[in-house]
């Protein structure tokens, strides 16, 4: 579907002398791009993001500079600044997400998060699906009163001016998001036990944000009808913000994987029960999950506490924390899904302010929030199967440990000289003892500096 993109991302599609969009590529072109691509150098791989449109020679440039250097625009973000922490900025490969192909953007410093995606996606790619939807459209905006006199006399007041209110906060507050398709939709009363024996009074807002996060918008809408609400009920307003668990809009992922081994398969069900049910497996279930979810939202200038803080509360609806996904056997198929709640936005700030995030936003080719949501989403639980393949057959460090070993060398104090040296040992150690350490890694550094000094003698 064709949405109107904001211009101040800098989104619309590149052709001609910018190189061909990711979605015009013939599959035969689009295979090529992904293969080898980790064999790649850096340069080479700009170079081929660049000719295939999903990077302008700008960007590259940019890129190639370091990006920000300037504290300028962090002056603008936050207070007291005194640098940029920077995060390496990595692409997972071969996603076709909905029977659209995305190179995905990823800001983490976790080794092998970006080599998992990429390899699990190519697995999915060449023996199943990746399909995704968002139900309901609201964010949540919640005005708390502590206290009122009567609970069923103020909801009866205040639903009786619902029409009214969502009136006045369109025309006054949320006229911008209303001229693009969103603002506010519906206005509800809950009842809140205090614990005391008595109840507080909640108003839940709804919002239709559209392409922005809508955090600002409904948290303004929230105070506007604070002075209202109290001169119609007679009772006071404590507080008015914003719900990171937004059940009203839910973004769901679904892996089919059409061949795959059986037990393979029944070990990977067996694994997601254990998350369904135990509540420390979930934590790290969850966590792995957000491997894949967390470096997109960085990458592209989303909040992801909120997310984070969204999903845990999800997790927990029931009243036991468990797994975000569930993976389960349907005849001869792996079938995994996700769901959760991923509040994100491609317009308004760090997102329409940050060039990195702009230049991400870009490379993805989404089109609006909700397809940006739907890409996290996917990429999440193309983590998980990631993730669940390998405990349950060769184990999680073997893996990883395998792509450790290079920071293990850095940590020894190798150079660059010394690094391939030190890896081909290192990588020895562990295919014979499966777990190496800092303190090999040293001893080995000594053996390879030894054996160096040895043979320049």
């Not at 918008?217 to 604070?226: D, M, S």
């Not at 797994?323 to 792996?334: A, D, F, V």
């Not at 010394?418 to 190496?436: C, D, G, S």
Request: hydrophobic share 40%.
């Amino acid at each position: 579907m064709d949405m109107e993109i904001d211009p101040s991302l800098n989104l619309e599609k590149k052709v001609s002398s910018e190189g061909p969009l990711l979605a015009e590529l013939p599959l035969s072109g689009l295979a090529e791009m992904f293969k080898g691509f980790s064999k790649l150098n850096r340069e080479e791989r700009l170079e081929m993001l660049l000719e295939f449109g999903l990077l302008k020679k700008s960007d590259v440039d940019y890129l190639e500079r370091g990006g920000l250097s300037d504290t300028t625009l962090g002056e603008k973000f936050i207070e007291n600044v005194i640098g940029y922490f920077q995060l390496p900025l990595g692409v997972a490969t071969h996603f076709r997400i909905d029977g659209k192909d995305h190179v995905i953007p990823m800001a983490v410093e976790e080794t092998s998060i970006v080599a998992a995606a990429s390899k699990t996606a190519k697995w999915i790619r060449e023996n199943g699906t990746i399909s995704t939807e968002v139900i309901g459209q609201d964010i949540i905006g919640q005005i708390q009163l502590s206290h009122v006199r009567n609970f069923e006399d103020f909801e009866q007041k205040v639903l009786a001016q619902r029409l009214e209110f969502i009136r006045l906060s369109n025309e006054e507050v949320a006229f911008g998001l209303v001229r693009r398709g969103g603002g506010v939709r519906d206005l509800t009363v809950r009842k809140v036990a205090r614990g005391d024996g008595t109840d507080m009074a909640v108003i839940h807002v709804y919002m239709d944000p559209v392409d922005a996060m809508g955090a600002n918008v409904i948290n303004q809408v929230c105070e506007f009808l604070k002075q209202p609400i109290e001169q119609l009920t007679g009772d006071k307003v404590t507080m008015c913000i914003l719900s990171n668990l937004v059940d009203s809009k839910l973004t769901r992922a679904r892996v089919v994987m059409e061949k795959i081994d059986g037990e393979l398969a029944r070990k990977i069900e067996e694994a997601s029960l254990f998350s369904k049910q135990d509540p420390y497996r979930a934590a790290t279930n969850n966590k792995g999950v957000l491997n894949g979810m967390d470096p997109i939202l960085i990458a592209t200038g989303n909040d992801w506490r909120a997310v984070e803080a969204g999903v845990h509360a999800y997790a927990s609806r029931d009243g036991q924390y468990r797994s975000i996904t569930e993976w389960k056997r349907e005849g001869g198929k792996l079938v995994g899904t996700l769901t959760a709640p991923i509040i994100v936005g491609t317009v308004g700030g760090v997102t329409s302010l940050h060039p990195t995030a702009a230049i991400c936003l870009r490379m993805l080719e989404v089109s609006s929030a909700s397809e940006l949501s739907r890409v996290i989403a996917a990429v999440g639980l193309v983590q998980n199967l990631g993730a669940l393949r390998a405990l349950t057959t060769v184990g999680i460090i073997e893996g990883h440990m395998k792509l450790h070993i290079k920071n293990l060398s850095l940590a020894a104090g190798a150079s660059e000289k010394e690094i391939p040296f030190v890896q081909k040992k290192l990588e020895e150690i562990l295919a014979l003892k499966k777990r190496i350490s800092l303190s090999n890694a040293i001893d080995v550094l000594k053996e390879v500096r030894s054996r160096m000094q040895e043979s320049s003698c």
